[in-house]
């Protein structure tokens, strides 16, 4: 067991660490080489151009203005600046509220810990068990509940602050759910007109031997909602001509390349070969090569749009549906239109932006059976994935790689390399498997039909925590693969699980603080240097980019990345509720990661993702879900721990939390979920009416005629122009909020009162 | 354990015991005495008169037709010629829907029945393993599973039985739920106009400080539904009102008994005291007394009604809105009206007599918390309702009593009297529990707030059936109470459980067959002689009736009784799936249950119950899951059963079934569920406009005006009209009703082709 000098060494090693990145960053992102790395959401706006085209030479490159490396670290002032209206503005409601769950975990966390501090952390001290017993006991359990002798009075104060940390947390997540709902309903009824307030999706159209689809869709809503339908657009099945477009886009990214490579050494022209990756097959000039094959593939795309639009046969049964008013949407958005609760589905449309245009046309029984398939393969991979890695594993020792290629034996067999290959081998299917996993997960989800991304994401990351509290968090405590919990489980007796868990959990604490100073900690900081980005950018910067729109494209901006990030915050929920009263020695530790992670991802939020989408924070039920799970987890493990210490009078007294919780759960749940399901009449209603009296000659037809067109569609036949055009289609409602950014962003260089070491600002005032 | 032959004895006596009900029913409905009791369906639809007016004097009373004797049991051809749509008609979508759980019942253990006799009786019966063994066995034994030697081969037949029995079950539900549907859907969208098919109820209107409720209600929705909205009711704080009104109505029985004594012994006034229940206190004139207190009531309940119309603090914050159309109404209810979700919650009004006035006014905080309460209480009720009952038991014993009443002494001492009470008295306080139970559970619904007489019906159904699942089902195959099953669980792996429940089924087979017969054969003939209502209405008869009228009150024709008549239902489908594959001569004694029920309930709704209200089926959706219930119960006690059995290969395969029972039950949730929930927008606009059509210059105002009156305003001033027209009213859909079955109803008599010996058709065609 480790010993309070073990974490002190952790906790230094691991400090240094971050600081490292820190450093790392704040010298990397001051080069104007790495702007469009550090910084590429201000260049998606328009509101920052190249550092390259200006100055002298050696300055376009690396920054040799001294002073700004002095206050390397004033991003993180310059990141909490931007007030959360702005914040809103710049980087959508999506961003901003998911920042608050890291604020959720602080306001949690921060009153929780001092209360442990000056009550648990004196009671457990205050105890010789430990010293008195035989056991082996580091410093850190003499300050947990391990230290209280077994039947002892004491067990009450633990009692009692798990009962006050539940109403506290409770009280938190309330205020928070209420703040949040809110919020949204703010954003969707905001006087900004977006499409998706007009426009519900009806899928399941039901066949009809006389009529098309689109016929089918006017007529029905024609009928059945006379006043207020207004104009559709039929979904094309458009799978194949996006992947033609793709495809394309790949040849011109090689022929970029050649005729890159071309100018630069203009004695020789290139040549590739056409067989498999370039390896075999005929040798053939490269450019004219690609050139021809591009010519080809814009035939053919433009022969497939073509037969899309005209073929009856390319309509999927599902429809985008817009209304004259946001009455008639949300009415037609929450009510059944047949008799056949199967056909005729109507939802709300996701934005454009976040619709998955691939699922619009499953009909309901492969829905269903899509769902059992998906929920059984899931249980699977939670329980068995070890089997497949365990067999590959069994594969990939060094016999058999002596095997396999018998030229590398000599090698192998060298002692050093050889204890490298046995020691890291075994490891590398399963951290395969584990880097692989969202991807997975996202597999799944897509398989079963989820018609927005934002959905997908949702059930990803409602998986991916599954997995996590099964595989990481349970399978660190009970040590053994998830299949064998589960057999444990099977045969132990519903009272004895907790139990089992409970005893096990103080002897983990110093096992988890490790955890948060690595995983927390040195991997938070890592994300803001963002090596990966940083790497494939210059790579492409020197391989590819000729214009300054191939440099635009080669920018990757990234995402918040939902399905992986929350259930990773959940994690640390989880182990704070769960420490939080046996040993509090570990919740400083959870503080300083939701601290450092607010600081570094409002930072990246404002200078580097770019969402995709914009869901209006549809995913804080689940979050919210699942700070509840984590909350009763707790209670349900501190009751088996307390059964243990023979302090059984507690037990019945605390049965009652995980009650009270799940009660309160339903309470919010009623309270609060319809703001992210449904949308309410009276606001509909409110906007409407303004929106007649100030703008009554709107075309709204117009406003709403394209605005769900598949994206192969809306790009032009020129790949040159094809993301520039793509892009301001896809993302209307960016449009005013680059000129709201640009008159309301206040300077930081001005509210910190000093010159601006940042060269960001430098840029941006320049640009003003 | 029992044999074949104790069997045969029990089933002797009960088939004795049934059809002595019946010939007791067959001779007490021919006297025209009883006609009230026996037909009182068709007095309350005014189709029928009073036998006691016409003919001889002796004949008026006693039926002295001799033929009409010989066909004793000709009313069950008669109760089964009525054709369905007809049956709707006369007694409402619930009462038919409600005999076609029956025919479910019918449907899956008829094929069921045959394919276990002649395959797993077989494979049952040609083993030789009890014999062999030193076990006490039975004949039924030998025909169970009970005989299949200890991993025999033989289980496969058990699985693929399973398997073939899960499947039928699904195919008949599917079936039926698709039909069930559509009925309702037919019901709701026939033509026949009915106010719920207009009106919203919309709850939880908020205060406002310059606006009353009314105020409130009619801005709010002229504003949020401009085009649809017509009209409103608000709700008014009546109860106090009604208990007035209950106590004049007792007053005014008190006052009919003595002035009927008066008239029949002209020399003596009758007199009575005026103290607890006339026990004490002064002697006073009976007649004089009553005349006087009533009159004081008369004017009290005028003050009280004024009042309650003239006082704005009377109004509760609900209120029914009226719309002009279907489709209005059908939007209004299906969406969120309010940002707030918990305010201006709307859903469809019931029907006019189904609404449960007193819990109108509950706010959304106070309905949770409540839910709350109730969940904790039930959760007692159902695992600890022995305590109470013991500590009772404990008193009520011979010593007790002695010491209590000593006089009694040498009464009791008495050795026969002695050994009575002591076998008696311990179970009559379980007995007094058991039969309150169902008034406990109702209690409780009234109490967590819902607003229909058949949501109150179907909650405490679903708590009935739990109750009786944990407490006859599981209580009596593991015996013991139900809080020692439940620590038995808790302390038992979760592998465990099935496999305990699973041995003890097949020794139990022969305690339900018992049960079957007592409960279900005997119990149900004895429904229909209906001891209870003719006693109390002869009773009523001889000593309040002076007129016609009064005739008409003492009627108690009673009402299906949903919240324990399908319970008990359900725990038949439980006994059957679970021992379809166990012990499958139990499936006779189930089939012989669902057709003699069907045909005494076909009886008694045709001729007995009133149904109070009509919620066109929505209870179908519960008994569906609940069948579901029991089908993945069967599932697991048989994996249990067979992994004892070394047959641990199968355990598998059977795994796959409940996953299976359980995706079956979402799709059909998704399939079907919403239309007993929502109402599609296509039926609503077709309805609306084909009465636009037909009657352009209907006033709906007129219509709806008053048709959500709390009952007690209906009632005249007068209580001789109370009945007359408060039954007029409150069941306003009944009037059309009546004309169609009189135009529609074929005679029963014509169809048998026989000179009917059945008074009631005689009557109804001299009606007509």
Redesign the interface.
């Known amino acids: 067991m480790a010993t309070l000098k073990d974490i002190e060494v952790a906790a230094a090693i691991n400090i240094l660490t971050a600081f490292a990145f820190f450093v790392a960053f704040a010298i990397l992102r001051l080069q104007p080489i790495n702007d469009r790395v550090y910084f590429p959401k201000w260049y998606l706006k328009g509101l920052r151009s190249s550092p390259l085209n200006s100055g002298a030479f050696v300055g376009r490159f690396v920054n040799l203005d001294f002073r700004s490396y002095i206050r390397f670290l004033n991003w993180m002032p310059a990141a909490l600046q931007m007030p959360e209206p702005e914040l809103i503005d710049h980087a959508g409601l999506d961003s901003a509220v998911y920042l608050r769950i890291y604020l959720v975990g602080l306001k949690i966390f921060v009153p929780i810990t001092f209360l442990a501090f000056a009550i648990m952390v004196p009671v457990n001290w205050t105890n010789v068990t430990l010293e008195h017993s035989n056991l082996t006991y580091s410093d850190i359990d003499k300050l947990s509940i391990s230290n209280i002798p077994i039947g002892s009075h004491r067990f009450w104060t633990h009692l009692v602050m798990a009962y006050v940390f539940t109403f506290w947390t409770c009280y938190v997540l309330k205020k928070e759910y209420e703040i949040v709902a809110?919020m949204r309903?703010h954003f969707l009824a905001s006087e900004h007109r977006r499409p998706d307030q007009f426009t519900v999706i009806v899928r399941n159209v039901p066949p009809d031997p006389d009529e098309s689809v689109d016929e089918l869709v006017e007529h029905?809503f024609l009928?059945?909602?006379p006043?207020h339908y207004l104009t559709y657009q039929v979904v094309y099945n458009a799978n194949r001509l996006s992947n033609l477009v793709k495809e394309k886009k790949k040849l011109q990214n090689w022929l970029d390349f050649y005729q890159l490579k071309y100018s630069r050494n203009q004695s020789m022209r290139p040549s590739s070969k056409t067989g498999f990756l370039g390896l075999c097959g005929e040798r053939v000039d490269a450019i004219d090569f690609y050139t021809s094959k591009i010519e080809n593939l814009s035939e053919e795309i433009a022969s497939e749009r073509e037969k899309i639009i005209s073929s009856p046969k390319s309509i999927m049964p599902a429809a985008f549906v817009s209304f004259k008013t946001r009455w008639g949407a949300?009415?037609c958005a929450?009510?059944?239109?047949?008799?056949n609760?199967?056909i005729?589905l109507t939802e709300w449309a996701p934005e454009p932006r976040d619709v998955y245009w691939d699922n619009l046309a499953n009909p309901?029984?492969s829905l269903?059976i899509r769902?059992?398939i998906v929920?059984?393969a899931f249980f699977f991979l939670t329980f068995f994935f070890m089997i497949p890695i365990a067999f590959v594993q069994s594969l990939a020792n060094i016999e058999g790689i002596e095997k396999a290629v018998p030229f590398l034996k000599p090698i192998i067999e060298t002692k050093v390399i050889k204890s490298f290959i046995q020691g890291f081998l075994p490891g590398i299917a399963l951290k395969i498997f584990l880097i692989f996993l969202p991807a997975i997960l996202m597999l799944m989800s897509k398989f079963e039909g989820f018609i927005s991304i934002s959905a997908l994401e949702r059930i990803s990351a409602t998986r991916y925590y599954i997995f996590q509290f099964i595989n990481v968090f349970l399978g660190s405590i009970i040590t053994g693969t998830a299949f064998q919990q589960l057999d444990n489980?099977?045969?132990?007796?519903?009272?004895?699980i907790p139990k089992t868990i409970g005893v096990s959990i103080p002897m983990k604490a110093t096992f988890f603080i490790t955890y948060i100073m690595v995983d927390g900690w040195a991997g938070v900081a890592g994300e803001i240097l963002r090596l990966k980005p940083l790497i494939i950018y210059h790579l492409k910067n020197f391989l590819l980019v000729k214009t300054e729109k191939d440099r635009e494209e080669a920018m990757d901006p990234g995402t918040l990345g939902f399905n992986t990030g929350e259930p990773q915050i959940q994690l640390y929920f989880l182990l704070g509720l769960v420490y939080a009263v046996v040993t509090p020695i570990l919740l400083p530790f959870i503080i300083v990661f939701f601290g450092l992670a607010y600081v570094v991802y409002r930072h990246q939020i404002i200078n580097v993702y770019n969402q995709e989408y914009e869901s209006a924070a549809a995913f804080w039920p689940d979050v919210h879900g699942r700070i509840i799970v984590a909350l009763v987890v707790s209670q349900l493990l501190l009751m088996g721990l307390l059964s243990t210490k023979e302090a059984a009078q507690s037990t019945p007294l605390l049965l009652a939390l995980p009650?009270?919780t799940i009660?309160f759960h339903?309470?919010c749940k009623?309270?609060?979920?319809?703001?992210f399901v449904?949308?309410?009449?009276?606001?509909a209603?409110m906007k409407d009416t303004l929106e007649r009296a100030r703008e009554p000659n709107l075309n709204m037809k117009g406003f709403l005629q394209n605005a769900y067109m598949h994206p192969v569609f809306k790009e032009g036949d020129d790949s040159e122009s094809d993301v520039a055009s793509g892009d301001g289609n896809q993302e209307p409602e960016l449009v005013p909020t680059k000129r709201q950014s640009r008159r309301n962003t206040p300077l930081p260089s001005k509210h910190s009162g000093s010159v601006s070491s940042l060269p960001e600002v430098q840029e941006h005032a320049q640009l003003l």
Chains 1, 2 share one sequence.
């Open positions: 809110s309903l029905f009928v059945n909602h006043e949300a009415v929450q009510t059944q239109q047949s008799r609760p199967t005729w309901y029984v269903t769902k059992l929920a059984v489980f099977i045969h132990q007796s519903a009272n004895d009650v009270l009660w339903i309470f009623g309270r609060y979920e319809p703001a449904r949308y309410p009449l009276q606001e209603m």
